[in-house]
Nanobody
């Protein structure tokens, strides 16, 4: 059974850091690209970052470049999103999702993903 479980969210102050984890099971991680998305209240779900399973190519949204880092631990079947210099605008529910690796260049298209985690809340507030 394919499963993705996010963890690591929380309430932090502006300028703080958080590391989100996406624990995967039921599939071979290197055959897939894992994307991180977020959705704020009243807004559409948007792609934040992605790591391609086959090539380890990294993708970032402009809002994440320079502040967020995606990584993968194949031994633990886990993908991480290190978020630094958090801003109130980063407040959202963060989701990880899986897509076959050959779709990685279209990582930002949420509708292509067929397996999603339940989400973890990130709140950045003073």
């Amino acid at each position: 059974q394919v499963q993705l479980v996010e963890s690591g969210g929380g309430l932090v102050q502006p300028g703080s850091s958080l590391r989100l984890s996406c624990a995967t099971s039921g599939f071979t991680l290197t055959d897939y690209a894992i994307g991180w998305f977020r959705q704020a209240p009243g807004k559409e779900r948007e792609g934040v970052s992605c790591i391609s399973g086959s090539t380890s190519t990294l993708y970032y949204a402009d809002s994440a470049k320079g502040r967020f880092t995606i990584s993968r631990d194949n031994a633990k079947n886990t993908v991480y999103l290190q978020m630094n210099s958090l801003e109130p605008e980063d407040t959202a529910v963060y989701y990880c999702a899986a897509i076959p690796a050959y779709y990685a260049s279209l990582w930002h298209v949420a509708n292509l993903y067929n397996c999603w985690g339940q989400g973890t809340q990130v709140t950045v507030s003073s």
